[in-house]
C-alpha cells in the first residue's frame, strides 16, 4: 500500500479518536465509549489492509476482543494461519502497514498446532484462544480454528485449566492485592477491578465450550450477564447490581487513562482526587465517590468469588447425599459445604446461625446459599425492629476459639455485618485520604481481628499473651469498634467510638464491666503506640502517666494486643521489628510496675543498678563508669555490650569524633560519638541530607561529661534500601567535618535541593496537614511536630530550633508512610521549660520553616 495512503488513514484515525474522546457525553458512558473506541479501531484496521491479501485470519484479543477498549488500551490482535510456514512476509507487511497507520497492535502469531502445545505448556497464552473475535481473513479458517480449540479440551484438561485459574487468580491477588479495599488499587488486576471478571467469563467459556464474544455492538460483559441471567445463575437485582459496578470501574479506567494522557491502570490519591471532583461535580467529593468506588469493588470480587467456588463445586468430585449432616431445620452440611434445606426467606437470625455454623467448623457456604443472603440483607437495613435472638448467635461466633476473623469479613462481603450494627455500615468503604492506611476502615477492622487471631500459633511473648487472654470477645469487639467512629470524625474517634461501643454493646445484653472494659481500649487504643513511638519510655513521668491508666494487668495485656493488632493491619511494611521492640517494652516496663507497686523512678533506678551490678560489665570498669554516665537505660537496649565497649575505646582513645554503620531491621543505622555543642543534632542531621538519606528515626545520650552518642537509622531516598558501604567513607567524613563545625552545610544543603525538588513528587505522594503542638513535662516541653515528609527535614527543623535557643535534650523521630511525627524534649536558653507565652511564636517560626520545604 502506498505510503502517502497509510499517512492519510493515520491523521483521519487520529482525528476520529480525539473526537471520541473530546465527547463529554459519550465518556461518561464506559460501555458507549469503550464500544465506538472497539468499532473505531476494527474499521481502520480494515481500511489500512483493504489491499493485502488476507488467505489468513486477523481476530482481536484481550479487552479488544470484549469491545471493552480504554482509550489507551493495549490493542490485542492474532494472526490465525492452518501454518505459518510461508506466510512471515504477509505478517511484516500486515503489521508495519498497522503502526504506519497509526494502530500500534500487539499482535501474536497462531497456527493450528499451537492449540495442543499451549494447552499443555502456557496457561496465558491458551487463554487468548477462546476469547477472539473476528475482524477479517477467511472466515473458513476462523470456524475450524474455533473448533479444535474446543475439540482439544477433554474433562480432565478442563478440570486442570479451571484449578489453574485458580492458581493464576491467587498469585494476581497476591501481587495487585487480595482485598476489594485497597486504597490505591489497580483497577484491573486488585480484587474486585476488572479482571476479577473477565476470570470468571474464561472459566464460564472453557466449562461450556463457547465463545462469549458478541457480534452485536455490546460489551462482551453485557452478553455474558444477560447469559447468566437467562440460565438462572443471576436474578435481574443481581445482574443490574454486578453490571452497574463493571461499568463504574471500567469508566474509572476510561478516565485515568484520559486524564494522563497515556495507559494508566493505577489509581492513586492525585487521580482519586481530580476524578471525584469532575464525576460528581464538588471539590468536597472524594470520600463519597470513593465509597461508590469500593462498593462497586466489593460487588465484583463477591461474585468473582462466588462463582470460583460454585466452579469448584461443580468440577470436584461430589459427595454422597448420605453424608449430609442436618445442622438445624434450617441448614444441612455436606462435607465442607453449608447450605439452606429451602428456598425460603432467611431471618436475621437464621442468618448470623449459619455464620456461627460456618465459623465453628470452617466451612463455607454454596453458591445458592450466598445469593440468599445477600439478596436478604437489602430488607433487613429498612427493618427497625431488633430480633434478640440473633445477638445470641453473634456473642457465640466471638467466643470462639478460631475462625473469628475470618467469618466477620465474609459477613462484612455479604453485606451482613453492616445490616446487624448499623453503626458499623458507615465505615464499609470509608477512608482518610493522605494518611497511611492501606485500607478502609472497615477492612482495616476486620484484617486487625485476623492478626491478632493468628497469634494463637505464635510462640512470641505475644502469643503467649494472647492465649492467656480467657474472654476473647472482648478483644474482638474492641477491635470491631475502635475506628468506629472515624466516618463521623477522625479527630477524636477513639472517644465517641467508646460510647457507641458502650451503647451497642448494652444493646447485645453485655455487662457493666464487659462494656466499661471495652470502652477503655476504644479510648485508649491510640495512647500505647504514642507512649512507645513518640516519647522517651526511659522517663520516669512517662512511664508513670502510662501505668496511671490502668485498673488491672488484664487491661494492660489487652491494650497491648490491640495496639499490635491495630498497627500490624495499616500496611504490611507498617509493623516492624524496631516497633515490636518498643512496644514490648513499654509493656514489660508498665507490668513490671503494676505487679510490683513501684513507680518510674524506682523502677528505672533498680533496672539501672541491675546492669551496673549485674555480670555483663566487669567490676570497676571503664565500660560499667559509662553507662552510670548515661541517665537513658535505653542506650543498653539500643547497643550490644560489644558495642558499648566500643564505644568506651573510642572514647578514651580521645578521637574528636568516631563514626560507626551498622545494618539493622532494614534500615543502616549510623552512630557519632562527640563532644556536644550548640546545634550539633542540626549539624548531624544536614550532613546526612546531603548524602541522600532518608532519617527515619534518631536518639540522642548524653553522658554527665557533655560526650553524646547519636544514634541514627537512614535509608537511600531514592530506594528506601540500606547504604551502599562504598558510600560510608564520604559519609563518615561530612559527619566528622559536621561535629568539628567545618562543613559548609548551608551551601551544599542549597546545591543538593533542586535534585531532591525534581524527584520529590514522585516519592512523597501524599499532603498531610502541618501541625505543632506542645505537652508540658516534669522537666521539659515536649514539641510535637507532624508534617510531610520531606529530605532534610529534620536538618531545618533542629537548625530553627537552634536559632530559636532552644536545646534538644531528647528526640524520637516516627516516619509514618510519607509523613513524619517528630517529638523533641527542649529547654530554653535558661535551661528552663518554654513559657506558653512563647508557643505561639515556636509554632510561627517551625511552621514557617516547614511550608518553605514544602
Not at 486504597?183 to 484491573?188: A, I, M
Not at 462435607?335 to 432467611?346: K, M, P, Q, T, Y
Not at 445469593?371 to 427493618?383: L, N, P, R
Not at 485476623?450 to 505475644?462: A, G, W, Y
Request: aromatic content about 12%; proline content about 2%; hydrophobic content about 40%.
Amino acid at each position: 500500500m502506498p505510503m502517502q495512503d497509510n499517512e492519510e488513514i493515520k491523521k483521519q484515525f487520529a482525528t476520529a479518536k480525539e473526537r471520541l474522546l473530546s465527547d463529554t457525553d459519550l465518556i461518561r458512558d464506559a460501555f458507549k465509549l469503550s464500544i465506538q473506541y472497539s468499532l473505531l479501531v476494527e474499521e481502520y484496521i480494515h481500511r489500512a489492509l483493504a489491499g493485502i491479501r488476507k488467505n489468513f485470519v486477523i481476530a482481536s484479543t484481550g479487552s479488544f476482543s470484549r469491545r471493552e477498549l480504554s482509550p489507551f488500551s493495549d490493542i490485542d490482535v492474532m494472526f490465525i494461519f492452518e501454518k505459518v510456514e510461508g506466510h512471515e512476509d504477509i505478517i511484516k507487511e500486515s503489521v508495519t502497514t498497522l503502526w504506519n497507520s497509526g494502530i500500534e497492535v500487539s499482535h501474536t502469531v497462531r497456527e493450528f498446532s499451537d492449540i495442543r502445545r499451549f494447552l499443555t505448556e502456557d496457561l496465558h497464552s491458551y487463554t487468548q484462544f477462546f476469547e477472539t473475535r473476528f475482524i477479517l481473513g477467511d472466515e473458513k479458517v476462523y470456524m475450524t480454528w474455533n473448533e479444535k480449540v474446543f475439540s482439544s479440551l477433554n474433562e480432565e484438561n478442563k478440570r486442570k485449566l479451571i484449578y489453574e485459574f485458580f492458581e493464576d487468580n491467587s498469585q494476581r491477588l497476591q501481587k495487585y492485592g487480595k482485598s476489594p479495599k485497597v486504597l490505591e488499587p489497580n483497577v484491573k488486576f486488585s480484587a474486585g477491578g476488572l479482571r476479577d471478571l473477565h476470570g470468571v467469563e474464561w472459566m464460564y467459556s472453557l466449562k461450556n465450550n463457547i465463545l462469549l464474544t458478541d457480534q452485536r455492538e455490546i460489551t462482551q460483559t453485557e452478553s455474558f450477564l444477560r447469559r447468566l441471567r437467562k440460565e438462572g445463575v443471576l436474578n435481574a437485582v443481581a445482574s443490574a447490581r454486578l453490571l452497574q459496578s463493571y461499568k463504574f470501574i471500567l469508566n474509572v479506567r476510561n478516565m485515568l487513562h484520559i486524564l494522563n494522557n497515556r495507559k494508566v491502570d493505577r489509581f492513586e490519591f492525585s487521580d482519586q482526587e481530580k476524578l471525584a471532583i469532575r464525576l460528581l461535580g464538588r471539590e468536597d467529593a472524594l470520600i463519597d465517590y470513593m465509597k461508590l468506588y469500593f462498593d462497586a469493588t466489593n460487588i465484583i470480587h463477591r461474585f468473582f468469588t462466588t462463582m470460583t467456588k460454585l466452579f469448584d463445586e461443580e468440577i470436584s468430585n461430589p459427595i454422597s447425599e448420605f453424608l449430609n449432616i442436618e445442622l438445624d431445620e434450617v441448614f444441612i452440611q455436606k462435607g465442607n459445604v453449608i447450605s439452606a434445606s429451602s428456598e425460603r426467606e432467611l431471618s436475621l437470625a437464621d442468618i448470623l446461625r449459619a455464620f456461627y455454623y460456618r465459623a465453628k467448623s470452617d466451612a463455607r457456604f454454596d453458591q445458592q446459599l450466598r445469593a440468599q443472603i445477600t439478596d436478604s440483607v437489602f430488607d433487613f437495613e429498612e427493618e427497625e425492629f431488633y430480633e434478640t435472638s440473633s445477638s445470641v448467635f453473634f456473642r457465640e461466633l466471638l467466643k470462639l476459639p478460631k475462625n473469628v476473623g475470618k467469618t466477620l469479613s465474609v459477613m462484612n462481603e455479604l453485606g451482613v455485618l453492616g445490616a446487624y450494627l448499623p453503626e458499623f455500615k458507615d465505615m464499609v468503604g470509608f477512608f482518610q485520604p493522605g494518611v497511611y492506611h492501606c485500607y478502609t476502615a472497615d477492612e482495616h477492622t476486620l484484617i486487625a481481628i485476623q492478626n491478632v487471631e493468628e497469634l494463637e500459633n505464635d510462640e512470641s511473648q505475644m502469643g503467649q499473651i494472647f492465649r492467656s487472654i480467657p474472654d476473647k470477645d472482648i478483644l474482638y469487639l474492641a477491635l470491631l469498634f475502635h475506628d468506629i467512629a472515624k466516618p463521623i470524625s477522625v479527630s477524636g474517634h477513639e472517644i465517641i467510638g467508646g460510647e457507641i461501643a458502650s451503647t451497642v454493646m448494652d444493646r447485645l445484653g453485655y455487662t457493666e464491666h464487659e462494656i466499661e472494659l471495652v470502652k477503655f481500649l476504644v479510648h485508649h487504643h491510640l495512647t500505647m503506640e504514642q507512649v512507645a513511638f513518640r516519647r522517651n519510655i526511659n522517663d520516669p513521668s512517662t512511664l508513670n502517666n502510662f501505668s496511671s491508666i490502668f485498673h488491672s494487668i488484664e487491661a494492660l495485656d489487652l491494650l497491648y494486643l490491640v495496639t499490635y493488632a491495630d498497627l500490624s493491619a495499616v500496611s504490611p511494611v507498617i509493623w516492624t521489628n524496631w516497633k515490636s521492640d518498643l512496644l514490648y517494652q513499654l509493656y514489660f516496663k508498665t507490668k513490671s510496675m503494676l505487679e510490683d507497686k513501684v513507680s518510674g523512678e524506682e523502677l528505672l533506678y533498680s533496672d539501672v543498678m541491675k546492669a551496673i551490678n549485674g555480670d555483663a560489665f566487669p567490676k570497676n570498669s571503664a565500660v560499667k563508669s559509662h553507662v552510670e554516665s548515661i541517665s537513658d537505660l535505653s542506650y543498653l537496649h539500643h547497643f550490644s555490650h560489644e558495642e558499648i565497649s566500643e564505644h568506651v575505646k573510642e572514647i578514651e582513645s580521645d578521637a574528636s569524633v568516631s563514626v560507626f554503620f551498622k545494618e539493622e531491621m532494614g534500615f543502616t543505622n549510623i552512630s557519632i560519638i562527640t563532644k556536644d555543642s550548640p546545634s550539633l543534632l542540626s549539624r548531624l542531621c544536614g550532613a546526612l541530607s546531603i548524602n541522600d538519606l532518608n532519617i527515619h528515626d534518631a536518639k540522642i545520650f548524653t553522658r554527665k561529661d557533655g560526650i553524646v552518642i547519636d544514634s541514627f537509622n537512614v535509608t537511600d531516598y531514592r530506594t528506601h534500601e540500606t547504604i551502599d558501604e562504598e558510600r560510608y567513607q564520604k559519609i563518615e567524613t561530612d559527619l566528622i567535618l559536621a561535629a568539628e563545625n567545618q562543613l559548609a552545610i548551608g551551601r551544599e544543603f542549597k546545591r543538593v535541593q533542586s535534585k531532591w525538588r525534581r524527584l520529590e513528587n514522585k516519592i512523597f505522594k501524599r499532603k498531610e496537614k502541618l501541625k505543632i503542638e506542645f505537652e508540658d513535662h516534669d522537666k521539659y516541653t515536649i514539641i510535637d511536630v507532624y508534617s510531610p515528609d520531606r529530605v532534610g527535614l529534620l536538618y531545618q527543623i533542629t537548625k530553627k530550633m537552634y536559632e530559636l535557643g532552644l536545646s534538644i535534650f531528647f528526640a524520637k523521630i516516627a516516619t509514618k508512610s510519607d509523613d513524619v511525627v517528630d517529638a523533641f524534649y527542649v529547654l530554653d536558653r535558661k535551661g528552663k521549660k518554654i513559657s506558653e507565652n512563647e508557643f505561639a511564636l515556636v509554632s510561627h517560626e517551625l511552621t514557617q520553616t516547614i511550608e518553605e520545604m514544602l
